[in-house]
């Protein structure tokens, strides 16, 4: 029998886990990285989009989600703002040698306030014993560090950590309080939480330690994860004849994410037994499936792995990164959540911060091993607050234990004094039918957490630096985007910041372009030594530095004071709005002299570096200036023929400029969709094709989906339009075919001069839609059937370029289309006109 520890008042942020070890983190390359930073930075919530998710609590389809995990997590390159290697702690029993490593990076600051509110009614309320609430509270775990619970009011009347896993519990009794319409409990807690990442080679994987307590504790059966028959079944039907533990759970991570599909109820059990009886058949395919949500996809997942003796567990939090949200301004996460079960059982409504189910599987010497099998993702790394680990977890001893007497979360009661899941609170959900959970969190002050995303993206491997400028693209793109519904844009833009919750994200991406924009002020050096500063200045752990203060650092390396900087990228100032104007280009001795204007046409001026490029029949050149007027003359003297010339044509600006439509815009949370599929030739392929987009990316209704043949003017009135098929077999195509850059004959289509002609080539491309402001029209089209079907397999629907093309499984080439014609100019040389692309 498991004892129960009951914690004294005090030190309540501790980690106090038996027959630990600790161990170092060590960095590793990053596989599957489209795909971490876009939800942490825009996890905004609509009830439109429910049901439409694969993951709780995000403002969009699932396309959405996808690319959001796809872009970032990227080796930084300039000394970390917060330690990148951090003791970690893991039970060695696992492992049975203590030598396993895993790398913990790319810190995140949440300063959270943590709440939960019951209001009792209508039902009659026994004041003895239908007033108990018990909450977790986030403790240290190896992604989850540096916490310090702050203050708890009311104070708790118990403390407790669970035996088995070591969730921290605290315990209220407010039948022992006055009465009062409403309970609540405030929580304020800091702590900083890190990406998990880890390079794994089956050949590596170590032997587990069969015999010992904790490989027991996470490969047994229980009531939620129950290793049945139709377990056993399944998992031998996902593993097959592999016997690596690594190899295995990739195959059942990409097995339960086929087997389940996505659906939300008030079923008053988790269980897999409730999983499995209420099994579906697919009327097209025959094949068996289940549905539920992300509670059920984690129990799936981690039930597999044990059944085939690998150790592994459920992962309770709140994920996202949202500090635009307040009590004020938030949306529940579902609208379900104001729903009774069959058995009259009620939900919180929770608010904040998503909540979310994932898993972890346990290799050794790596470690756990993050997965979220309810989008299909190894390694997958949510910036998130844990707040509890494994499922039927013990109560305590204040718990009704025989019978739950009303007591549970989500619907469900809990069962022998266990709890199904630990996330907001257990309470009496039949007797109080309204209770709000709230977690909510504000980032320290500039430039902490700002500085901190800009490093991710200052990638070591990233030589070229691609990788920041499609991250500084990106950006633009989405400036552009949330703002084209702005009359005077340049001069109205701190408008966004009252827009609905998603666009509001927008600050943050602010605050890490100005580390950008500062980084070219200073130089690299200048601004790795800041880095360096700043970080002895925090601390570890990190504690808060005020801006001014780090605004005095920064001046003192630049050598002169750095005000002005700081002081015109204030977001009340608006954005700058560059336009070239009067550009001439004079043949003379030396070759061509070339002069102009540069104008900032906001209300607002920015002193600023910028940087021409210049195409020339040469080559490409450059030249920069630093703009300290509204109307600045410029001049350069090259000794080619000059072509093109752009203005910042590197993105090092953060301005307001249209931005050339790109795949990835699909991600943006359009109000409407529709998929039309050509029904001329080829009509199987493009409606496989367009069934696979859905059901991968959008994860929408199947009535989103229409044949070419079924398609009204008022369908082509939606914000995204996606089409399969080229013209010669989609006859929605053939009528838009002119919108296109990127024009095809019946079975080919050329770019830049060259021919493509072969069967297994294809083209995806987006234009902006000719009804809609901020909407577009997507083009996937192959050369034969089997190239239309590739698209699934290359995952182009949410590539970083207006284009892309293909053969076969290989990607050829991909660009954009031309950026603001305010900033490039084609001279009138080679029979071109001058300011037209």
């Known amino acids: 029998m498991l004892s129960f520890d009951k914690e004294e008042k005090g030190s309540i942020g501790d980690h106090l886990v038996p027959g630990s070890i600790t161990q170092k983190a060590l960095g590793s390359g990053h596989s599957e990285r489209i795909r971490g930073r876009i939800i942490s930075r825009w996890p905004g919530y609509s009830p439109k989009w429910e049901g439409r998710l694969n993951i709780v609590s995000i403002h969009g389809p699932k396309i959405f989600f996808r690319v959001v995990f796809i872009v970032t997590l990227i080796l930084l390159g300039f000394p970390s703002l917060l330690p990148q290697e951090t003791p970690v702690t893991v039970h060695s029993a696992i492992t049975g040698s203590g030598s396993s490593q895993v790398s913990y990076r790319n810190p995140c600051v949440y300063n959270l306030e943590i709440s939960f509110e019951m209001t009792p009614g209508p039902v009659r309320i026994d004041r003895d014993r239908d007033l108990k609430v ?21 104070e708790p009347h118990a403390r407790y950590t669970d035996p088995e896993y070591g969730n921290k519990i605290f315990y209220w009794d407010f039948g022992k309080s006055p009465e009062k319409p409403s309970y609540r409990v405030d929580i304020r807690a800091r702590l900083v939480s890190y990406e998990v990442d880890a390079t794994i080679d089956p050949s590596n994987v170590k032997p587990y330690d069969t015999a010992s307590k904790e490989y027991e504790l996470y490969t047994k059966s229980g009531h939620i994860i129950h290793i049945a028959p139709k377990v056993e079944e399944l998992a031998k039907a996902a593993v097959g004849n592999e016997t690596n533990p690594y190899l295995k759970a990739k195959k059942i991570l990409a097995f339960v994410h086929s087997k389940i599909r996505y659906y939300q109820s008030t079923n008053s059990s988790r269980s897999l037994d409730s999983l499995f009886s209420n099994a579906k058949i697919d009327e097209k395919s025959g094949e068996e499936y289940f549905r539920g949500d992300c509670s059920h996809y984690s129990a799936l997942f981690v039930a597999l792995c044990r059944s085939e003796g690998i150790p592994a567990r459920c992962v309770y939090g709140r994920i996202g990164w949202a500090p635009y949200l307040s009590e004020g301004n938030s949306k529940m996460a ?15 409504q929770h608010h904040g911060l998503g909540p979310h189910m994932w898993a972890e599987y346990y290799l050794p010497p790596y470690g756990w091993i993050p997965v979220d099998a309810n989008v299909g993702w190894h390694h997958a790394a949510h910036p998130k607050v844990i707040m509890s680990k494994g499922r039927d977890i013990f109560l305590g001893p204040d718990a009704p234990n025989k019978h739950h007497n009303s007591y549970g979360f989500q619907w469900v009661p809990i069962h022998e004094g266990r709890v199904d899941g630990l996330l907001s609170a257990v309470y009496n959900i039949e007797k109080i039918r309204n209770a709000r959970s709230n977690v909510y969190h504000t980032p320290d002050p500039f430039p902490a957490d700002a500085l901190t995303s800009y490093q991710d993206n200052l990638s070591s491997t990233d030589k070229n630096g691609e990788a920041l400028a499609k991250w500084r693209k990106r950006i633009l793109g989405e400036t552009d985007y949330c703002t084209r519904d702005i009359q005077n844009r340049d001069t109205e833009f701190s408008k966004i910041f009252t827009k609905p919750i998603w666009i509001r994200r927008l600050q943050y991406r602010y605050d890490e372009y100005v580390c950008h924009m500062l ?23 990190p504690e808060p530095v005020e801006t001014d203060r780090f605004v005095q650092i920064a001046g003192k390396i630049h050598g002169e004071s750095l005000k002005w900087f700081f002081d015109q990228w204030n977001k009340t100032n608006g954005l700058p709005h560059l336009k070239l104007d009067n550009v001439s280009a004079v043949k003379d001795n030396n070759g061509w002299k070339i002069r102009g204007k540069l104008i900032q046409t906001g209300h607002s001026f920015w002193t600023l570096p910028v940087e021409f490029s210049l195409e020339t029949d040469k080559g490409q050149e450059s030249f920069s200036i630093w703009q300290r007027d509204k109307i600045t003359d410029f001049e350069y003297q090259t000794e080619n023929t000059p072509l093109t010339l752009k203005v910042d044509a590197n993105n090092d600006i953060l301005k307001i400029q249209r931005m050339p439509a790109q795949l990835s815009n699909i991600e943006y949370p359009h109000s409407s969709y529709i998929v039309i599929y050509g029904t001329v030739s080829e009509a199987e392929a493009n409606k496989t094709a367009a069934e696979r987009f859905n059901r991968d990316y959008l994860g929408l209704p199947s009535e989103v989906i229409k044949p070419d043949t079924a398609i009204t003017e008022d369908d082509l009135k939606a914000e995204c339009v996606v089409l399969f098929g080229r013209p010669a077999t989609n006859k929605t195509t053939k009528r838009f075919e002119n ?3 990127i024009k095809f004959e019946r079975d080919n289509f050329s770019y830049n001069g060259k021919n493509f002609a072969k069967p297994s080539q294809g083209l995806a491309q987006v234009i902006e839609h000719p009804l809609q402001p901020k909407g577009i029209f997507i083009l996937y089209a192959g050369l034969s059937p089997e190239a239309t079907l590739q698209f699934g397999d290359l995952y182009l629907y949410g590539a970083s370029n207006s284009f892309a093309i293909y053969d076969g499984d290989k990607p050829l080439c991909s660009g954009d289309w031309e950026a603001d014609a305010d900033l490039v100019w084609i001279f009138p040389i080679m029979g071109r006109r001058p300011g037209t692309s």
């Open 739 to 741: 919108i296109f850059p």
């Open 334 to 348: 579902f609208e379900i959540d104001t729903a009774l079960s069959p058995d009259g059982f009620a939900g919180a």
């Open 134 to 154: 018990w909450i977790p509270v986030p403790r240290e775990w190896d992604s989850q560090k540096h916490v310090q619970i702050i203050s708890v009011q009311p």
């Open 519 to 541: 980084h070219k002020v200073l130089g690299d050096e200048k601004f790795s030594q800041l880095l360096k500063e700043y970080e002895i200045l925090r601390g570890d752990p």
